[in-house]
């Protein structure tokens, strides 16, 4: 059977793939603990509910206009200037099915064959393929641990030249949890100036998960905020994942190429969701700040386990619901004939041996690290913990 070559061009996910192997384990009556995905286990809060049924009830079961709801896109707004004092119109924003299809639009609508992408790592596994997919060539560019993996300004100096289109990153990131600072971010800002032809996408998805204060977008520079997108969404800050809606704030120009590009692909975004959007966007955050809450204490838990373990060294997350621990000093060492030769071996190792699924950090461009989620329940944590310690105490 003959397919296209594109499926040659970039990689299945990582994270989809660690919570298939889970699955199929489950499906043989092994208690395996999912430590891999990046999904909120708390429900949906009932105010967003009750928009959800409503719209139901009222009837929203028609194709939507494929930009989003006029109300939905003012409500973005609203809340763009809520909470980042940022100041959009509903002519600067396009609504999606899901964050990553908003990531997927602007980046076809941008990336010419060739072009260059320069991508800071750690990052998700997505951003390097779907530039792939776009037939861009990703420029990686390392960070380190003990700049708790944040690029800077002369790192971004080196990377840009005259055939970048682009610049990707995430802010709080997915996987280290890093935050930057708006310190941090005007030094980048000061770089983007040199190199005006340059897009900026910043992906805000994790924006209410933070633990050391305000959240600050890039896009408050506003000399820059013409070539600055921002991608964002309901499925982390609001436990809305299934539901599947993620925005754009852009230049409109940008936003009525992501239209074109939309139109053709799946037009509009589901319409009860865009009705619970609102709710969510415009509505009570109090649930959004429990969520918080209860992430860092689970942060806190689950960052006094990593501690205990001999050689784990790690980079405090400020943000998101993962920790990005370096493993390295279990690599070379065996369980009787299994040798751990790199992060992929040891997380199939935890898999298979603790029952405990988790990512290779090779997945997000850093092959000494793993990535593990703090978004399950407390007892599953320190019960995970507790598999992942001795697990690794077996290694010798």
Not at 201 to 230: C, P, T, W
Not at 375 to 385: D, G
Request: with cysteine; charged share 25%; hydrophobic share 40%.
């Amino acid at each position: 059977m003959k397919l296209s070559s594109r499926l040659e061009l970039f990689a299945e996910p990582e994270t989809l793939k660690m919570a298939k192997l889970g699955r199929e384990l489950r499906e043989k009556g092994i208690d395996v603990i999912d430590l891999s995905l990046g999904e909120p286990d708390f429900d949906t809060p009932d105010h967003i509910k009750s928009s959800l049924k409503k719209a139901v009830d009222d009837n929203y079961s028609h194709y939507t206009p494929v930009a989003g709801y006029p109300d939905l896109r003012q409500a973005v707004c609203t809340k763009l200037k809520r909470d980042n004092n940022l100041d959009y119109k509903p002519e600067n924003i396009l609504v999606s099915t899901g964050a990553k299809q908003s990531l997927a639009n602007v980046v076809m609508a941008i990336v010419n064959k060739g072009d260059d992408v320069v991508i800071p790592t750690p990052y998700w596994v997505t951003y390097s393929e779907i530039v792939k997919l776009a037939e861009g060539k990703v420029t990686l560019v390392r960070t380190s641990i003990e700049n708790k993996y944040k690029l800077t300004a002369e790192q971004l100096d080196a990377a840009l030249t005259s055939t970048t289109s682009l610049f990707l990153f995430s802010s709080p990131c997915n996987p280290s949890g890093s935050v930057y600072t708006k310190d941090e971010l005007a030094a980048l800002a000061g770089v983007f100036r040199k190199y005006p032809d340059v897009f900026i996408i910043s992906d805000e998805i994790y924006e209410y998960i933070n633990f050391v204060g305000k959240h600050e977008s890039i896009a408050q520079f506003e000399d820059l905020k013409d070539r600055i997108i921002i991608i964002n969404g309901l499925s982390k800050g609001y436990a809305m994942t299934g539901y599947r809606l993620g925005y754009i704030a852009a230049h409109p120009n940008i936003i009525k190429a992501c239209e074109k590009l939309q139109g053709q692909y799946t037009s509009g975004a589901n319409a009860v969701t865009q009705r619970g959007a609102i709710a969510a966007l415009t509505g009570d955050l109090a649930p959004s700040i429990e969520m918080n809450k209860e992430f860092g204490r689970r942060r806190e838990r689950m960052l006094g386990l990593l501690k205990a373990i001999p050689g784990i060294e790690i980079a405090e997350p400020d943000g998101a619901f993962y920790v990005f621990p370096v493993v390295t000093a279990y690599f070379g060492k065996k369980n009787g004939e299994e040798l751990i030769k790199d992060a992929d071996d040891l997380c199939m190792y935890l898999l298979n041996t603790a029952h405990v699924s988790t990512v290779t950090g090779r997945a997000f461009g850093e092959p000494t690290c793993i990535r593990i989620s703090f978004a399950n329940s407390m007892q599953k944590i320190e019960e995970a913990m507790s598999r992942i310690t001795a697990a690794l105490a077996n290694l010798g």
